[in-house]
């Protein structure tokens, strides 16, 4: 199976732009999760989606922004860029049935850049 | 003070150590997760912990849920589990994901 994707890669912005990232998951699961990790804060949990759902978020403004496609592709949408925002952003996908943090299969990553 | 807590935030060891690295939480959780990070980025779940002890190759994942700790251990360390590893909690109930500052390890040939 094909591992989970995500494009792009790398990514550079300005401040106040907006940004989409898209994450295709391993064929089968239904759970997407979005992470973002920087040097300063580490991994923080973004939100899951599920069956097109948004199911958990994190502790987020609503700048950042989500959704999942019946196919199970996510995009995740960052507007009003700030300097802040900059960080690798990973997603990740798990078979999602059981409604908990299951073992999660992880993209490589965008890493993103605003100046 | 941190809900979860690692330790040590740096290791070195030499090839061969039997490496130990802790996670310690204060929060009532229904899984524990151990994630391995090379660089570059890529992340790979090493275990998911509710109770016990679990074992993979030569890592071996532990869990108290009593004292709130948990342990990876690594046996006959080599340099290519170089890398920082990653405790990550799920609160369960509260949907609540919460991960630790991790553990650089660095396995010196």
């Known amino acids: 199976k094909a591992g989970v994707t995500q494009t792009p890669r790398y990514l550079i912005k300005t401040r106040g732009q907006q940004v989409t990232l898209s994450c295709s998951p391993i064929?089968?699961?239904?759970?997407v999760s979005w992470y973002q990790q920087t040097p300063g804060q580490g991994l923080q949990f973004l939100f899951e989606y599920f069956s097109e759902t948004q199911r958990n978020k994190g502790n987020f403004p609503g700048r950042f922004s989500g959704r999942q496609f019946s196919n199970s592709r996510s995009e995740m949408n960052v507007s009003t860029l700030e300097l802040g925002d900059s960080a690798l952003y990973l997603c990740a996908s798990s078979l999602g049935a059981s409604g908990d943090w299951e073992t999660q299969y992880f993209g490589p990553g965008t890493r993103l850049l605003v100046l | 003070k941190n809900e979860v807590e690692q330790s040590p935030q740096n290791l070195t060891a030499q090839e061969g150590e039997f490496i130990t690295i802790n996670c310690s939480y204060s929060?009532?959780?229904?899984?524990l997760h151990w994630l391995q990070q090379h660089p570059g980025g890529g992340i790979v779940s090493l275990f998911m912990l509710s109770s016990g002890k679990k074992k993979h190759g030569r890592l071996i994942a532990t869990i108290n849920i009593q004292e709130k700790h948990s342990s990876l251990h690594i046996t006959a360390s080599h340099p290519r589990d170089s890398a920082v590893y990653i405790c990550a909690v799920y609160g369960g109930a509260t949907n609540k994901l919460i991960f630790g500052t991790g553990t650089l390890l660095a396995v010196q040939p």
């Open positions: 929060v009532g959780i229904s899984a």
């Open positions: 064929s089968g699961h239904r759970s």
